[in-house]
């Protein structure tokens, strides 16, 4: 069945980086397209980023743009969040999700989420 | 950015009755690209509906969604206990994709 798995999480202090992984099984990864999306502690959801299925294509929320980077690797069936510069304000879950083989597209599939906390 | 305001914060209702959520959007959604998802405590959100009124694979016929334009719509026809949790709305037509502040379903 589809899997997504999210690792790499844990606290950083502000102005440091951290890279999370999301591992995938199930489904034909280089198929589609993939998301990260965050929800700080006890709050909603919010959409951070999306690549293509062959990387053509990335966008990200406003709040990360210039500090994050998804990247992916379709041979390793992984997806990738290189965060930098952190705040505060950037703790929270951070889930993967599966998208489509569309730029619109819904999330699918979820992982359980790596928590990511900064924190001096 | 659209805005998308859901209605109300908080539904308290006893199982076996009808839930009907709303979901408004600060301009119109191009393509009925609006999804519905449910979170329960601890868990990753699950994708109900998507394209305003399909149904994900597996998900019950109790749930459906309606609407176009700015106002969409999740009913659940009747509650069962596994259904108390919170639902956020979530359009992904336009850049950024943006969501709901969440509606929680509660056991009255």
């Known amino acids: 069945q589809v899997q997504l798995a999210e690792s790499g999480g844990g606290l950083v202090k502000p102005g440091g980086s951290l890279r999370l992984s999301c591992a995938v099984s199930?489904?034909?990864?280089?198929?589609?397209?993939m998301s990260w999306i965050r929800q700080a502690p006890g709050k909603g959801l919010e959409w951070v980023s999306y690549?293509?299925?062959?990387?053509?294509?990335?966008d990200y929320a406003d709040s990360v743009k210039g500090r994050f980077t998804i990247s992916r690797d379709n041979a390793k069936n992984s997806l990738y969040l290189q965060m930098s510069s952190l705040r505060a304000e950037d703790t929270a879950v951070y889930y993967c999700?599966?998208?489509?083989?569309?730029?619109?597209?819904?999330?699918?599939?979820w992982g359980q989420g790596t928590l990511v906390t900064v924190s001096s | 950015e659209i805005v998308l305001t859901q209605s109300p914060g908080t539904l308290s209702l006893s199982p076996g009755e009808r839930a009907t959520l709303s979901c408004r959007a600060s301009?119109?959604?191009?393509?009925?690209?609006l999804a519905w998802y449910q979170q329960k405590p601890g868990q990753a959100p699950r994708l109900l509906i998507y394209?305003?009124?399909s149904r994900a694979t597996g998900i019950p016929d109790r749930f459906s969604g309606s609407g176009s334009g700015t106002d969409f719509t999740l009913t659940i026809s009747r509650l069962e206990p596994e259904d108390f949790a919170v639902y956020y709305c979530?359009?992904?037509?336009?850049?950024?994709?943006?969501f709901g502040q969440g509606t929680k379903v509660e056991i009255k």
């Open positions: 999700a599966r998208g489509s083989g569309s730029s619109h597209h819904p999330f699918l599939t």
């Open positions: 199930g489904f034909t990864f280089s198929d589609y397209y």
């Open positions: 690549i293509s299925s062959t990387s053509t294509y990335t």
């Open positions: 301009q119109s959604v191009s393509g009925s690209y």
């Open positions: 394209g305003a009124s």
């Open positions: 979530q359009q992904y037509g336009s850049s950024p994709w943006t």
